[in-house]
């Protein structure tokens, strides 16, 4: 059973930075990708960025790119996503997330995702 915990949320000022991190337990596979999503009150869930769980491959979504970084210890099971010149427009929970099965895609946008985390709080202010 996969389990993912993420921490680290909380409230910031416009331009600061925050670290979420992501806990996972359970089977992972080395063709993987973990995720970062995000929820903001009233929209749709939407990718934040992805990176392999063996590899060096990322992705992410415009509105982060050259703000956020993401990257992961395998050793500590654990997937960090480092946020930098946090705008008040990056306030949601957001949520870790585990593609499903071991199927390997060269291509990072191809993986989808059946493991969640609760989710974690993240407040920008202006």
């Known amino acids: 059973q996969v389990q993912l915990v993420e921490s680290g949320g909380g409230l910031v000022q416009a331009g600061g930075s925050m670290r979420l991190s992501c806990a996972a337990s359970g089977r992972i596979f080395s063709s993987n990708v973990m995720a970062w999503f995000r929820q903001a009150p009233g929209k749709e869930r939407e990718f934040v960025a992805a990176i392999r769980w063996n590899g060096d491959s990322t992705l992410y979504t415009d509105s982060v790119k050259g703000r956020f970084t993401i990257s992961r210890d395998n050793a500590k099971n654990t997937v960090y996503l480092q946020m930098n010149s946090l705008k008040p427009e990056d306030t949601a929970v957001y949520y870790c997330?585990?593609?499903?099965?071991?199927?390997?895609?060269?291509?990072?946008?191809?993986?989808?995702?059946?493991?969640w985390g609760q989710g974690t709080q993240v407040t920008v202010s202006s």
């Open positions: 997330a585990r593609s499903l099965g071991s199927t390997y895609y060269s291509s990072l946008q191809k993986y989808e995702y059946g493991y």
